[in-house]
Each structure stands twice: as structure tokens, then as C-alpha cells.
């Protein structure tokens, strides 16, 4: 077993490389200024949406602040936006709904050059670090509480959703851990707590998602059909997160418990969705069920590779074990007593290209809002 000094040392290399895999502060800030000017665009006086009410805003892994820098180099952040309107779904139909959406942003000369459709959303790509996905939506005023409907090409009936719930319910599962921090920053910044913003928190739940998504990553870089989903991930992590204070607890008990929250059915794998239970997150696991099993062989690796990280006398092999498993590289004396030392972790990327390995220079720390 390690001791606790080991394990201090371990908690903060994988402090550091979750700092590593966030999103830079400039990719956040420009990602955050070309989306609200888009809400701009959309809500302009002379908008034939703004008699809708049109509100955009962030939801998935740059919404709760999990996001992972792309394993590429040439991949681009995913950033994914809802577009609100306020229309009753007696009054549109779903393509109808998409239309209108897709009419106003083509009418911007700038969007339209960069603007492609979807199966659900209208993306912008831009010509820089990421992608802004737009999901048209509408009030889903049966369940209410925040709840949308949301288009698909592929199905003839609106589907259900809720970004907003889904956020809220993530910050509930960390709130102890979440104000605990929230405090310690705030003496930090010599600030009350109610006025430090929220995106500058981050949990060791947090933290502990990103590793386990860029674990994930690697592990099936070969086998993306059947790659774990990340929705999978985050709610399953999110319910086995007891509010442990560091990341190696936090990654060592979600990994351990994240399969006692996987439901059955009828023999059926369910990994419901926590603001709508009749929503199966994991229901392509019933078409495909090699993705459950391998799923499960995944997290058995994830738990080896952390025995082997902490074992005493195979130190000399830590640096390798992160380089495969994590993609990131250890200054040599990462595992001494200098703690300037993590300043020589950086993060790595593969080329598409070929298979040969980038070195990345280290991003600056950053948060995501919640």
C-alpha cells in the first residue's frame, strides 16, 4: 500500500496534468466571446427570432467543466451550445425549427462561410482551436423545470433533454467539495466567496473526469466504434464521487464504484439519465454488446494502472506507465522532493497523420463555468 507521502506526491502530478488537458484560458475566452456574439446575432431587433426569445448557452463538458484538449493535434475542441426559443411544439415541426436557426446564421456573411449542417445542430468551424456546435431547441413545457426538446434528422419525434438540469444535478453531486474549494480560492484572492466566479473552481470530481476521459482516449484510439461515450462517463463518475478531497481518491473510489451504479432491466444495462429517468445513456450497449464489456475490461485498467503508479519499486517504470496510458511525459525527478519539478510535465498529442508523438508545450491552468 502507499504511503501517505507517495500518495501526496501522485495526487499532485495528476492535479497537474488535469491543469494540462483543460482548456487554455485563450481558447475558453475566445470560444466564450464568438459564442455570445452568435446569441448577438441570433437575438439581434432585426432577427426574426428575437420575437422567440432566443437564449443561447453552454451545456455538456464546457458547461460542468470537464473538458479534455483533443488527443490530436489536428482535432479541434467541441464546444456545444443550445439555441432556446420560445415556441410551443403545436406551432413548429422539427425541421421547421432547425430552418428557421439555420436561415439567420446563413444571413451573416462571416457564419455562413464557416457553417455546416448536422443530424441535430448547425456547426461553425472555425479556422482556429474548435468548433462551436448550435442545437436548436424548445420549451418541453410538460416536464418543465428547464426541460427542452431537441431536434434530430434521423427520428420523426422531438426528443427530450436538459442541459441545464443536467448541470445543476453534476454541481449538486460535489457541492461539499465545490464550496470547500470555492472558500479556499476565496481567501486566495483575499475576495468574499460569493463573488469568486464559479468557472474558477475546480473539484477533484472534475479533475478526475478529465483523466479518465483522456485515459479513455488512448486506451480506445484503435477501437472508436466502441469507445465509452462520454455522458456514460461523467454521470457514472458523478454518482460514485463521495467528495473525496484529492484527485487519486477520487479517481481510485470512481473507479472502483462507477459499476455499482449501472442498472438492469430486464437484463438490459441502464445508465439512466439523473434529469430523466426514462432516458438510457447507455442504450446502444443493447445493440452493441461488446461496448458494456469492454467498458468494464477499460475501468479494470484504469484501476491496474494506478496499483502500478504507486508501487515503490517500480518507480523507475512511472514515467512510461503515464506516457501510455495519459499521454503526458515526467520531468525525471517528477517523483522527488522539489516541487518545481512538475513544472516538466507536458502534455502529448498524435498526429493524424502518422503515429508518431508531438510534444505540446504545457497550457495555462484554467476552469470552465459551471
Known amino acids: 500500500m502507499p504511503d501517505s507521502e507517495q500518495k501526496a506526491k501522485f495526487d499532485s502530478i495528476l492535479t497537474r496534468i488535469s491543469d494540462l488537458l483543460d482548456i487554455s484560458e485563450a481558447i475558453y475566452e475566445d ?11 441570433l437575438d439581434a431587433n432585426d432577427s426574426p427570432l428575437h420575437v422567440n426569445k432566443p437564449e443561447i448557452y453552454a451545456q455538456g463538458s464546457f458547461r460542468i467543466g470537464t473538458v479534455v484538449r483533443p488527443l490530436s493535434g489536428r482535432d479541434e475542441y467541441d464546444i456545444d451550445l443550445v439555441c432556446h426559443l420560445e415556441i410551443d411544439k403545436k406551432n413548429i415541426s422539427q425541421k421547421e425549427l432547425t430552418s428557421m436557426v439555420g436561415a439567420r ?5 462571416k457564419y455562413n462561410r464557416i457553417l455546416k449542417p448536422g443530424r441535430r445542430c448547425w456547426t461553425l468551424h472555425y479556422a482556429d482551436a474548435f468548433h462551436i456546435d448550435i442545437l436548436p431547441a424548445i420549451p418541453d413545457y410538460e416536464k418543465g423545470n428547464n426541460s427542452i426538446l431537441i431536434t434530430d434528422k434521423q427520428l420523426k419525434t422531438w426528443q427530450p ?10 454541481k449538486e453531486q460535489m457541492k461539499g467539495m465545490f464550496e470547500q474549494r470555492a472558500e479556499l480560492l476565496a481567501e486566495t484572492l483575499k475576495a468574499n466567496v460569493q463573488d469568486v466566479p464559479e468557472w474558477k473552481v475546480k473539484t477533484p470530481l472534475q479533475r478526475a473526469i478529465q483523466i479518465l476521459k483522456r485515459h479513455r482516449d488512448i486506451h480506445f484510439q484503435r477501437d472508436e466504434d466502441d469507445k465509452p461515450v462520454s455522458i456514460i462517463i461523467t454521470t457514472l463518475a458523478a454518482h460514485a464521487y463521495a467528495n ?18 449501472i442498472l438492469y432491466e430486464n437484463g438490459t444495462a441502464w445508465v439512466a439519465n439523473p434529469t430523466n429517468p426514462e432516458e438510457n445513456f447507455a442504450d446502444k450497449w443493447e445493440e ?18 494506478l496499483e502500478k503508479a504507486l508501487e515503490p ?7 512510461d506507465l ?8 515526467l520531468g525525471t525527478e517528477s517523483f522527488g522532493h522539489s516541487e518545481s519539478t512538475f513544472t516538466n510535465i507536458e502534455v502529448l498529442t498524435k498526429r493524424k497523420t502518422d503515429r508518431s508523438v508531438e510534444e505540446v508545450r504545457p497550457m495555462k491552468p484554467w476552469g470552465i463555468r459551471v
Open 31 to 41: 470560444a466564450v466571446r464568438k459564442y455570445e456574439d452568435v446569441g448577438s446575432w
Open 322 to 329: 503515464f506516457k501510455s496510458t495519459l499521454g503526458v511525459v
Open 288 to 305: 452493441y454488446p461488446d461496448r458494456r464489456a469492454k467498458f468494464m475490461r477499460w475501468l479494470e485498467n484504469v484501476r491496474s494502472d
Open 244 to 261: 473525496e478531497d484529492s484527485v487519486y481518491d477520487s479517481i481510485v473510489s470512481i473507479a472502483e464504484n462507477m459499476p455499482s451504479y
Open 161 to 170: 433533454s436538459n442541459p441545464k438540469g443536467y448541470a445543476r444535478w453534476f
Open 105 to 109: 446564421l446563413k444571413a451573416n456573411e
Open 313 to 319: 519499486e517500480k518507480e523507475e517504470e512511472v514515467s
